[in-house]
């Protein structure tokens, strides 16, 4: 078994919703059948006892090692305490090449659970060993260490059940929730609105307890010192027992309270200087609590409770720590809801006010306190206890927080009991944290679980706010990019800044930011990431949804224009028209159930995408008539259809008539394909809620030029005779641009022409068996790229489509683009046409523009 390719599809895919690996594996002949040897499933559970069902449901076929490999990669991330659910194998037409996708939830324990599978695999088939335990256990361990903490993803749960998209933009816990202008972003417990100020002021202890004290809160006395022994003079000017802590830090860090000796201060002291400045104050007597402040609103409250242990009469206080630690809710940092109980200086020194050591033996019964402060980080534990918390306590940690500038704050309390005010039993506000941690609230070691993660979204994100823009996406074999770039235009006539990806590059408020092929899922996500962005429009091609998926969860737009044979057919074991037609329907698939899917009703293929859509349907065709428009519109339904001189909007008995000579693209409705793009967009923009006047301001402003849509039908004269620069390159776009042409008056007609290497045989030589039919004059050229074809190979394919052709009197053939581009014009008399069609687009026209403009030069001349 050799596994040839790994692809991470990181949205909406070919296969499924989830996030998922998909691995080509190759296997022997034998490998194909040895998976159904029951001598060959014996030693597999063996290796690995639970594994679960090795079959499909539902599957009938003969099992291959594909098939196993596929289960033990999901079995092995189940059982590790990963999420995932979906798996699937397929054969694909080449002999034993398979397709296996796995779900993952965090990539890098999908990779490794492939990895681990493949070893499992290969021992069970060659007699080795494959520790299943140790490998589930370093699955678990990368999965902690990889997976957002119990604090961030509380809150990005929340912002998945109100159904506002997020994006994790580090392996930490930055992360963006919502899309372009309405985007806001974490970092942990801290939302983009609080001030570096505020956080500042929170690190300063020293600061926060004076301005505490003048907004009226009660909290200790307490002195900056900056010695040991001005920590024991402080301690004693303020009176025992003192807490010893950081002047600058959080999550309990370096803190020790209740010191009623120098050695124990001495300690205190050292542990604390690690961090920076040392702080001495008062200790409280009294419970330790934790307050939870989200705006303007307590939100949870916990008792927090130190590390400690019971004794059975048995054990030492060291070893009793050891059991304890064995709980599987304690782990290292914070990813477990408890952390384990750490046995140091500190842990020492505290035993030592108790009159023990490590090594004593506590009588059963016996509390063993192991630290003073009770932060779950150090090994406390928490008790909910936030339908105590009295009115005036919680107005105390609301003003506190408001003092200092949070939005969420840890407001940590020392009373006897958060039942009644502060005032009334010497308890205050000790410190105030930024960026508290969530844990102890959201699964706390007793009582109920409170979900703080709803009260931050519904402080950063108002009641029905899912924090999305629109977004459209456009599909097809021919017209995508005219279309997505027409949408574009319309969106921003309505004043909104738009975001556009297509083959040409990225646009943001119509700069461009990137050039190149950016019809991918990695432009879509950077577009979605913009800060100005207020709708977005994306060109989805085939090759970006193999490689990666969508790069966006759901769409309110899905248009698919049509589904052609000439569209890299062959390619990534996408062999038929039914195979491309599954990989398109993609984003119809992830429409929002408030959404459209604009599909074209004359196209067969996109018209069935109707039955997979997940929102509702708006059909387009030149023909009204057609049964497929008839029956959707006779339902009351949307649909865009030409009628004479006009395109009509209609919907029940509602009409909008949208006039073809005010629409320059169309040239007054003699190009039919593009009159197609037209409706297409037209239902698009419709679908998005954009007023009729902005529609028809945007249609008669949007002009078919080099540098509104480079390479769709730029229409350029050169003396006297009419150019038409296109990048169309497949059959089906030969007939529309052969129609187009056709409706245009011409004295003689010619074409330039190549072929793209990665196109099937048969597709390149269809492209000029319809020229040849059509053009008097046909020029061949072969550009310096032929991906992957040999010296001469695209050329002849060519030639072989115009044996025979009934109307073309004059063939050449040149090496070269712009070489074939020159000598094309050098034929060209007044009332000619000549059809160029662009490999380079951006080189060609540039060529083109200037051959034009020296054109007229010389007749100005």
Known sequence: MEIKRIRALRGPNLWSRNTSLEAIVKLSEQARTIASEPAFEVRLRELFPTIGGIRPQGYEGPLSLAHVFEAAALALQAQAGCPVTFSRTTETVEPCIFQVVVQYSEEAVGRAALAQAETLVRAAMEGGSFDSATAIALLRELDEDERLGPSTGNIVDAAVARGIPYRRLTRGSLVQFGWGSRARRIQAAEIDGTSAIAESIAQDKDLTKKLLRAAGVPVPLGLPVDNVDAAWTAALSIGLPVVVKPQDGNQGKGVTVNIVSREHLDIAFRVAAEYGQVMVEKFLPGNDFRLLVVGNKLVAASRRDPPQVIGDGEHTVRELVDIVNLDPRRGEGHATSLTKIRFDDIAVARLSVQGLTPESVPARGQRVVLRNNANLSTGGTA??????????????????????????????????????????????????????????????????????????????????????????????????????????????????????????????????????????????????????????????????????????????????????????????????????????????????????????????????????????????????????????????????????????????????????????????????????????????????????????????????????????????????????????????????????????????????????????????????????????????????????????????????????????????????????????????????????????????????????????EGASA
């Not at 679980?449 to 456009?474: K, L, Q, S």
């Not at 060109?539 to 737009?557: M, Q």
């Not at 028809?696 to 390479?711: E, K, Q, Y």
Request: hydrophobic fraction near 45%; proline fraction near 3%; glycine fraction near 10%.
């Open 383 to 856: 008790t909910d206890v936030t339908d105590d918390v009295h009115p005036d306590v919680a107005a105390r940690a609301v003003a506190a927080a408001q003092m200092v500038g949070l939005h969420i704050c840890g407001v940590d309390v020392v009373c006897e009991t958060v039942l009644r005010p502060l005032e009334e039993q010497s308890g205050g506000i000790v410190e105030v944290n930024a960026a508290p941690g969530l844990r102890m609230h959201v699964s706390p070691s007793y009582g109920r679980g409170r979900n703080v993660g709803a009260a931050v979204i519904d402080e950063m994100f108002e009641h029905g706010d899912d924090g999305r823009i629109p977004v459209v996406a456009v599909t097809g074999t021919n017209g995508k990019t005219t279309t997505t770039r027409l949408i574009n235009h319309i969106i921003a006539a309505s004043g909104r800044v738009t975001g556009m990806t297509n083959t040409d590059g990225v646009y943001i408020g119509g700069r461009q930011t990137d050039s190149g092929d950016c019809s991918g899922p990695k432009s879509a996500r950077n577009v979605l990431m913009h800060p100005d962005v207020d709708a977005a429009v994306f060109e989805v091609a085939r090759g970006g949804v193999l490689r990666e998926g969508l790069g966006f969860d759901r769409c309110d737009v899905a248009v698919v224009t049509n589904v052609g044979a000439g569209d890299h057919l062959g390619l990534n074991y996408i062999t038929t028209v039914e195979d491309l037609a599954v990989l398109k329907r993609v984003i119809v698939q992830n429409v929002a159930s408030t959404g459209y899917a604009v599909l074209n009703a004359a196209d067969p293929i996109v018209a069935n995408m109707a039955a997979v859509a997940t929102g509702q349907v708006i059909f387009f065709a030149p023909d009204r008539m057609h049964p497929v428009m008839s029956a959707h519109r006779a339902q009351g339904h949307r649909t865009v259809y030409r009628d004479g001189d006009a395109i009509v909007v209609a919907e029940g008995s509602w009409r909008e008539r949208l006039m073809l000579r005010d629409i320059p693209i169309t040239r007054g409705g003699v190009i039919g394909f593009q009159v197609e793009n037209v409706m297409a967009a037209v239902a698009a923009v419709w679908a998005v809620g954009i007023d009729w006047d902005t529609v028809r301001s945007g249609l008669a402003s949007f002009a078919s030029d080099t540098d509104n849509v480079p390479g769709r039908f730029n229409v350029l004269h050169y003396r006297g005779a009419t150019l038409i620069a296109d990048y169309g390159h497949n059959p089906d776009a030969m007939r529309a641009l052969v129609a187009a042409v056709e409706a245009m008056p011409a004295r003689r007609r010619s074409v330039v022409i190549s072929g793209a290497g990665d196109r099937r045989d048969r597709d390149i030589v269809e492209q000029t068996v319809i020229l040849g039919a059509a053009f008097d004059d046909v020029i061949l050229y072969q550009d310096a790229a032929q991906r992957g074809r040999a010296d001469g190979e695209v050329m002849a394919l060519l030639r072989e489509g115009l044996a025979g052709a009934a109307r073309t009197s004059h063939v050449q053939e040149i090496r070269g683009e712009f070489t074939a581009i020159d000598a094309a014009l050098e034929r060209l008399e007044p009332g000619d046409l000549c059809l160029v069609l662009v490999d380079q687009v951006e080189e060609a026209l540039a060529h083109l523009n200037q051959r034009v403009a020296e054109s007229t």
